[in-house]
């Protein structure tokens, strides 16, 4: 990948939203003469996959850190033969001006020649013994540690000095030096759909975020520098991006038009959201014009296919749609699923709780909730575990019992659940 490819992404443990945005919104760079390629955090759920299966795309590459690694700062040079004399081995060693010599067999590594060895190697030739000795005979497997080419360069232990050889499965790479820095110029990344540090991929500080298209409250982004931001009030950050194509005068293609009225339909729960604004319902009828579908049959069917949650582990539910929120020093999480019938997951309710308990002690949050949202009825059993009942009391001014709570006419996550719970733990 090279650096002026700028990345874009959406949040991790990504929704239709921050899929489909940073394509649609990759495609408009495009469009615009810029390198832009869309990514994402983690793997795309079903909703998700519906809609890119549907509208003919692949689910974007997965980075889960921005870490600049030892591929991104190793020096290609070639290794020498292993049949190579010490004649041809010297003129390696003047040639490159390194003293500790990788020795291959075509892309196989078979080790390295130290100066030791080489001066072991050269005394006993100058003395009569084994002139003939070859590269691979001297070299030794153990002469200095090698290193992986997808080892993080913060982690590269520089307690030697000099260049060690880059070697994934015995193939070798290059040489990196002890003193190696990340490179000047770090990984531009534009962040859409999300802006709070603890949903931004890991590492995200070796990189540098040129843009932040979001439709989420301001949670504390810090950049080095001046950035484009463009953050709306609207319910899905596809509204924001569709306006921007149409803004510019470009043309939106057909399955990109697909890709942004499917988040439409996913962050505004087909309009039912309180989030939802008139300016989602224009886009998304506009998008529906371009794509090609009938906005409330493809709408119903995405629905569907991100509602069938039943082969779900109860592992797998507590983490599908899951974000992190901080309130000082303590955070929660909350997710969200969206059924067309709550019956069967309430069944299941003692051991998703018992699910939510395990993520919330292995992460060290205050409290882990999930949203089971029923999307025809337009209302929210929030569960909960952690020592929070009084919190949740308190965010809803109503009587929480077994670790539960009925809300009516409660949908969005960020409009409806993220500001009580954050106000009532203050
Ligand atoms: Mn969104």
New binding site residues.
Partial sequence: MSKSTILVTGHKNP?T??IC?AIAYANLKQQLGVNAKAICAGKANKETSFALNYFGFKQPEIYTSFAVRVKDVLVSIDGIDTNADLKAIDAWRKKTGMNRIPVVNGSSYIGVITPKHLLDAMSDALNGKNLTITAGEIAKTTACQVISPSLKLSDFNRGHSGAFPVVEDGVYLGMVWANAEPPKEKQKVILV?HNEAKQIIDDIDEAEIIENID??RIGGLVTENPIFIHYEPVG??STIISNMYWQMNQDIPKNIAGLMLS?IIS?TVLFRSPTCTPKDKDAATRLATIAGVDLETYGMELLKAGADVSDLSDEQLVRTDMKEFSAGNDTISIGQISVMDTTDILNRKSSIIKALEELRQSNGYIGSYLMITNILEESTDLIFSGDITDTVKKAFGKEVSDNAIFLEKTMSRKKQIVPPILGAMK
């Fill in positions: 929704d939203d921050s945005s759909d439709h989420h899905c950050s988040a962050d």
